[in-house]
């Protein structure tokens, strides 16, 4: 399956309800996404995560694109499974404050390829 940055871009203004992307973005309702792709989940300086998302960052949670790619479909569940893998169920506290999902496999392929280029 293909990956269109551009099209990512358009798919990206259903994120910006909560994140920001570029040199003046802020943190929001959610963190700044800037060079998220290939970063240390739970890791935005200034911005106070939930539990789950802290923990599993702390597992040792990294946002390449495949996790990204399963993360975004069903974000809450994927935190959980990650830690439960990795044999850290009892760090699975609470549910993620993401509670968005992109169901569409081709949306996010192009976000995660808009993405890389932030
Ligand atoms: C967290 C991506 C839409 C609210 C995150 C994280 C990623 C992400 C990768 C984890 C960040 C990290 O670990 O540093 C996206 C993308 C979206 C999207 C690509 C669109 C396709 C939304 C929307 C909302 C939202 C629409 C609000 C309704 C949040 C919040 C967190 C978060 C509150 C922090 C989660 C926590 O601390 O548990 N998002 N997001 N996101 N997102 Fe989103």
Not at 72 to 89: E, H, M, R, T, V
Request: with cysteine.
């Amino acid at each position: 399956m293909a990956q269109d940055a551009a099209k990512g871009e358009a798919v990206f203004k259903k994120c910006m309800a909560c994140h920001r992307v570029g040199p003046d973005a802020r943190n929001l309702v959610g963190p700044i996404l800037n060079g998220i792709v290939g970063r240390t989940a739970g890791k935005v300086d200034g911005y106070k995560y939930s539990e789950i998302n802290h923990n599993a960052g702390e597992a040792g949670l990294a946002w390449t694109e495949e996790a990204l790619l399963d993360y975004l479909a069903d974000p809450n569940g994927y935190l959980k499974k990650f830690l439960a893998d990795k044999g850290q169920s009892d760090k699975a506290v609470g549910a993620t404050k993401m509670a968005f999902r992109l169901p569409n496999e081709q949306e996010r392929r192009d976000v995660i390829a808009f993405l890389k280029t932030k």
